[in-house]
Every structure is written in structure tokens, then in C-alpha cells.
């Protein structure tokens, strides 16, 4: 606990260290509105994740820090951490994407053509999204129907013993874990609408500002894709070899869930190195990241 | 095609006059077909940094002039309209003016200057 404002000082220094040096980076572009808008996204970028990191601080130390406010221990803080990462990072690229360098100038101009979220949003992406928030609400929700009375252990009748395993993704952990994914369900969607509705960057190369928009998207769907697989990998791994430790799997089954979990594991970290789309050849560069 | 909205804050005009001009001009023109549908009010609105309520003036007349029709679930869309027998003669000589310019290779803002000129000496 006393690391951590330590810990919460050097996050925000590396912070404004890479804001500084992504500024840099950035150089110019030939189309004021272009550099300007290229700044804002990477600054925003920047950030996200250092307010993912510092959540998840903050939460662990309230986690071990017990009788000050926190109503749990450090094993529920863990469970909470990868949503509240993925919450933290996408309310920080919302408030990025409602803050967009607006139309300036006295004569302003935008393309007539109507922008979909099918348009914007990477489907590949969007994808694992989706099934790896399907796999945590299943494994929520198998995890709370075969649970112990307690909602974090797992019982087995083996032969005249009654084993128990832990800890188990019961209704104890399923609980706030559901209220963190329909919150950032919401500010997702909310995200991504901002991101088909927010103004357009004025350039006179649409390809331009079509990959602006996609990288906003990519960035958004990467922290949330990677933070709901992480604990949908955390809670699948654990089912598996609970239930393979008392036997109620045999070994090849918990085996194979074991290791379904670590893949999802492997995935998120897959997901989180994916690179944003790049810009048309012949383009402005666009900071990758 | 592409097609842009410009819009002068500046103008004397007002911003949902000169949205609803130019998307009327382009239903008229043909450069944007029956069921062809318009941005939403949000994110014309964001992208020309005008207020929503300007946006929505302009699609509310062009519905009310029966250019456009807004659904629930598809957005404004564009419904077309019979071409004014009146204007007939006038779009033919349009169309005829964009193909001369074309060809002699005349800009199109010179071409819309010569064209004011020409309205305001004939209105003379």
C-alpha cells in the first residue's frame, strides 16, 4: 500500500513522457487539421492505457488495504481488475473522441455520405468482442449455476469425500463482474457512436480521414476486447482445474479447459499488440499505437 | 460521386438555407437518386460545426417539400422529385454550359462566376 503512490507518481510520469515524445513524434503534416487531429488521437492514446494502469492500481491497493472502504480482498480486486482496466481505458478514449479538434473557419465543408458503425469499426475486432464476451457471460453464468453455497468454491462428491476448490467464478465473483460488463457495454457503445458521429477531419484526401476514424475504433474495441478476455481466460482456466483438482473432471477435459482459459489469456496480449490501421499510401503517416 | 456540403458562417445567408439549397440542388440534378440517404442530423451537424437544430431545419424543408422523407429505422432519405416543367429548358442549357466548360477547360468556380454575372445582368 505505500508503494502505491509511487507506483500512481511514475504512471503519470511516463504519462506526460510519452505524450511529449508522441507529440514530437507526430511531426506535421502539409493540412493543419490533419496534424491537429493526429495530436489529439495519439495524446488520447497515450493516456487510455496509463488510466487503465492507474485504475487497476488504485483498485489492488483498495483490495489489500482491508477495512478502509474496499468490501472485499485482494483475490475479488483481482477479479475486478481486467474490466476495470478496460473501463477506465475506454471512459478515457470517450472523453478523447467528445473532445475532437472541431470545424474551424469561417467556411466549413463535409462529405455527404452516411457513416455506419460497419464502416468504422475493425471487423475483426468487433468479432473477438463479441465472443469473448459471450464466453464470460456463459462462464459466468455456468460458474453461478455449479457452485458451492458461498458463490468461490466448487464442491465434488468424490466416492465418501466431499472435496472443495477454489477460488470458483461463482455469483460471488459473477456479481460485480456483471455490473462491470454492462458498464462498459454502455460506455462502448457510447464510445463508438461518438466515433461514426464526431465531426470529420477537413483534408482533401478522404482516405485520410477515414483511417482517422478507424484507428479510433481499433483502439476503443483493443483495451475492451482485451480486458473482457483476460477475465473470460481467468475464469474458464479456473473452472477447469478446479474442477480437474477434485476430480470432477477427468484428466484430458480439465486439461483442455485449463488451457482454453491460458489461450484466451495469450489472445488478450495478442489483441493488445495488434497495430492501429495504417494510413493510405501516399498519405500523412498516422502514429501507430 | 462525391458529394460536398459547403457551408459560409459568415454568409448572409443562413447555414440551414444554404444545407438545404445545395442538397435540393443536388436531388434536382439528379446527383442524388431516389432512396440515396443523407448523413445523420448528428454527424452532419459535427462535421459542418453547426448545431444540430440548423441541420434539422434544413432536412425538415426539404421534407416538407417532398425531396426527402425521414424513417425510423433507415434515416432522411432522399424520395426525388419530378423535375418543374419550367426548369426543363434551363437544365438542359445547365448541363450543356458544365459540358462546354469541360471541354475548354473552364474551373468550375469561374464557371458559377460567369453564371451569377449572367443573373444578375438578366435581372436587370
Not at chain 1, 491460458?262 to 494510413?279: F, K
Not at chain 2, 459547403?6 to 440542388?25: F, K, L, N, W
Not at chain 2, 434551363?90 to 453564371?115: F, N, S
Amino acid at each position: 500500500v505505500a508503494v502505491l503512490p509511487v507506483l500512481v507518481v511514475v504512471a503519470l510520469a511516463v504519462a506526460v513522457g510519452g505524450v511529449l515524445a508522441a507529440a514530437r513524434r507526430a511531426g506535421r503534416s502539409p493540412e493543419v487539421a490533419v496534424t491537429a487531429a493526429r495530436r489529439h488521437g495519439l495524446t488520447v492514446a497515450v493516456l487510455a492505457p496509463v488510466a487503465g494502469v492507474v485504475a487497476v492500481v488504485l483498485l489492488l491497493g483498495a483490495g489489500a488495504d482491508v477495512g478502509h472502504g474496499f468490501p472485499g480482498s485482494i483475490g475479488d480486486a483481482l477479479v475486478l481488475a481486467p474490466l476495470a482496466y478496460a473501463l477506465a481505458h475506454t471512459l478515457v478514449l470517450l472523453v478523447g473522441e467528445l473532445t475532437w479538434p472541431r470545424p474551424a473557419g469561417a467556411v466549413r465543408r463535409a462529405r455527404l455520405t452516411r457513416r455506419r458503425l460497419a464502416d468504422v469499426a475493425p471487423r475483426r475486432l468487433l468479432r473477438v468482442l463479441v465472443g469473448a464476451t459471450a464466453a464470460l457471460v456463459a462462464a459466468i453464468g455456468v460458474g453461478a449455476a455449479l457452485a458451492a453455497p458461498g458463490g468461490h468454491t466448487f464442491e465434488h462428491r468424490d466416492g465418501p469425500f466431499l472435496k472443495e476448490a477454489g477460488p470458483w467464478p461463482g455469483w460471488h465473483y459473477g456479481r460485480p463482474v456483471t455490473v462491470e460488463l454492462v458498464l462498459l457495454v454502455a460506455v462502448l457503445a457510447g464510445a463508438l457512436w461518438v466515433v461514426v458521429n464526431r465531426p470529420a477531419v477537413a483534408t482533401d484526401d478522404e482516405r485520410v480521414e477515414a483511417a482517422l476514424r478507424r484507428t479510433s475504433a481499433h483502439r476503443i474495441l483493443r483495451g475492451a476486447s482485451a480486458g473482457v478476455l483476460v477475465l473470460a481466460g481467468g475464469f474458464i482456466g479456473r473452472s477447469g482445474s478446479a474442477a480437474w483438482s477434485v476430480n470432477a473432471l477427468s484428466w484430458w477435459p480439465g486439461l483442455l479447459v485449463t488451457l482454453l482459459g491460458d489461450a484466451a489469456l495469450v489472445a488478450a496480449l495478442v489483441v493488445l499488440c495488434l497495430p492501429a490501421p495504417r494510413l493510405p499510401v501516399g498519405a500523412p503517416p498516422v502514429p501507430v499505437g | 460521386v462525391a458529394l460536398d456540403i459547403t457551408v459560409d458562417v459568415g454568409s448572409a445567408i443562413p447555414p440551414y438555407e444554404q444545407i438545404r439549397a445545395q442538397i435540393a440542388a443536388y436531388v434536382d440534378g439528379g446527383l442524388l437518386a431516389p432512396g440515396a440517404r443523407l448523413p445523420a442530423l448528428r454527424a452532419l451537424a459535427a462535421d459542418l460545426g453547426v448545431a444540430v437544430g440548423t441541420v434539422a431545419r434544413a432536412y425538415a424543408e426539404l421534407e416538407a417539400a417532398g425531396m426527402v422523407a425521414s424513417r425510423r429505422r433507415t434515416g432522411t432519405v432522399v424520395t426525388g422529385r419530378p423535375a418543374a416543367r419550367s426548369e426543363e429548358r434551363v437544365r438542359a442549357a445547365a448541363a450543356e454550359l458544365a459540358r462546354l466548360a469541360a471541354e475548354d477547360g473552364v474551373g468550375a468556380e469561374t464557371v458559377l462566376a460567369l453564371v451569377r454575372a449572367a443573373l444578375l445582368q438578366a435581372a436587370r
